[in-house]
């Protein structure tokens, strides 16, 4: 009986160690290993024999080394450089560098940016010229030199000029006195504009007192009394306030570059464009000088070129750009064209009683475009006169 048991046993299929088994650590099988071998206190032989078995079957284990599954990197989609114009330009230059591939339909395509910024690149080194700078119109030969240059860069405007002796900026007045004299000429005929000056000229004491602190002395009705508006009366107090003020100085004036002082005067009120082109052009003898709000000027340039419509004062940077550094020059021409042509400006048309202009119009909506309307009878008596010429 006990041989049959025993018998049973062994034909019995030997047990399978356990699946979770392979997934312990190796230190604590063989600590289960060892546990088992150990002698016990009472056993018989079938679980002797069972315990052997089991025995022999765990040490058979193979060692496995199991990583976790974190240290695993997860795959990542490759990164696609993208290169900036500059990058592209330096790509182009170099043999060793990485062309970046565009797959379409029709296959691949090797992009060719940077090499049309190379050629651009080329092409605008080919046709620089050298930089002419410009002096101050009143200095000796300096107009002569814009002269040449306008012959040479405009062939057209070459024509014109052979047709009237050159301007002359010979005279000076202080930029306050200047900017003084622009306000009180301000939408007034010449002669009009001729007798209020004297007599505000006489209420201060002469020119030479014609200072900051002398107009914030006077009242509005003082000014009234010789034929001064009360808004250009408000119009003369803003501008001595804001040189009392140190905002604006004679000095600061003359040593700003244009863009700088077209900033600061415009913010005096009753000063606009205009005024400052004007101020610019006669006053400082500034030598790059367009004024694109002016009605003469923008006429001139339609004739001048046989356009259809007068050209808008956004277009005349591009229209004009060959005269640099001597728009003031080529505008003063502009303005003997026109005037030889009989085609009036908003000056005449205003001078004569005519209805306001366009140009009128929009700076009358701004209040800081202010226009001298003076009878045309030459160019000084466009600027130059009301300007202290």
Same mark, same amino acid.
């Given at each position: 009986m006990g041989e049959q048991t025993q018998h049973q046993h062994q034909s019995q299929p030997q047990p399978q160690p356990h699946p979770q088994t392979q997934s312990q650590p190796l230190s604590q099988i063989q600590a289960q290993v060892q546990a088992q071998s150990q002698p016990q206190p009472h056993h018989d032989p079938l679980t002797s024999s069972i315990t052997s078995?089991? !025995?022999?079957? =765990?040490?058979?284990?193979?060692?496995?080394?199991?990583?976790? *599954? &974190?240290?695993?990197?997860?795959?990542?989609?490759?990164?696609?450089?993208?290169?900036?114009?500059?990058?592209?330009?330096?790509?182009?230059?170099?043999?060793n560098s990485l062309q970046i591939i565009t797959t379409t339909r029709d296959g691949p395509k090797t992009t060719a940016k940077s090499a049309k910024i190379k050629t651009s690149q080329q092409r605008a080194l080919a046709?620089?010229?050298?930089?002419?700078?410009?002096?101050?119109?009143?200095?000796?030969?300096?107009?002569?030199?814009?002269?040449r240059h306008l012959?040479?860069?405009?062939?057209?405007?070459a024509s014109l000029i052979d047709l009237h002796p050159p301007p002359t900026?010979?005279?000076?007045? !202080?930029?306050? =006195?200047?900017?003084?004299?622009?306000?009180?000429?301000?939408? *007034? &005929?010449?002669?009009?504009?001729?007798?209020?000056?004297?007599?505000?000229?006489?209420?201060c004491g002469g020119e030479a007192d014609v200072l900051p602190d002398t107009v914030l002395a006077l009242t509005t009705q003082q000014l009234r009394q010789i034929g001064v508006s009360g808004r250009k009366a408000s119009y003369l107090h803003d501008?001595?306030?804001?040189?009392?003020?140190?905002?604006l100085s004679d000095s600061a004036i003359v040593n700003m570059d244009d863009k700088s002082l077209f900033t600061m005067l415009t913010m005096v009120n009753g000063i606009g464009s205009w005024s400052v082109h004007m101020f610019m052009i006669f006053s400082l003898h500034r030598p790059d000088?367009?004024?694109?709000?002016?009605?003469?000027?923008?006429?001139?340039?339609?004739?001048?070129?046989? *356009?259809?419509?007068?050209?808008?004062?956004?277009?005349?940077?591009?229209l004009c750009d060959k005269w640099r550094p001597y728009r003031s020059v080529a505008s003063w021409y502009l303005w003997r064209f026109v005037e030889?042509?009989?085609?009036?400006?908003?000056?005449?048309?205003v001078a004569t009683g005519a209805s306001m202009t366009q140009q009128q119009q929009e700076e009358q909506q701004h209040q800081q475009q202010p226009q001298l309307l003076d009878p045309i009878n030459s160019i000084l008596n466009l600027g130059a006169c009301a300007w202290g010429q």
């Open positions: 078995t089991t !025995t022999t079957e =765990l040490i058979a284990i193979p060692q496995q080394t199991v990583s976790p *599954l &974190a240290k695993i990197p997860p795959s990542r989609p490759r990164k696609v450089r993208k290169l900036s114009p500059d990058d592209a330009a330096s790509t182009a230059n170099d043999p046709v620089v010229t050298p930089r002419i700078i410009a002096r101050s119109l009143s200095c000796e030969g300096e107009v002569e030199n814009a002269i012959r040479n860069a405009d062939p057209l405007l900026f010979d005279t000076f007045h !202080t930029p306050f =006195l200047a900017l003084t004299r622009s306000i009180l000429y301000q939408q *007034l &005929a010449f002669k009009a504009g001729t007798s209020i000056y004297t007599r505000f000229i006489a209420l501008l001595a306030r804001k040189y009392h003020n140190g905002i000088v367009l004024p694109i709000n002016d009605l003469g000027v923008r006429k001139g340039v339609q004739l001048l070129y046989n *356009l259809e419509e007068l050209p808008r004062p956004s277009q005349m940077d591009q030889a042509k009989g085609s009036p400006s908003s000056a005449v048309a």
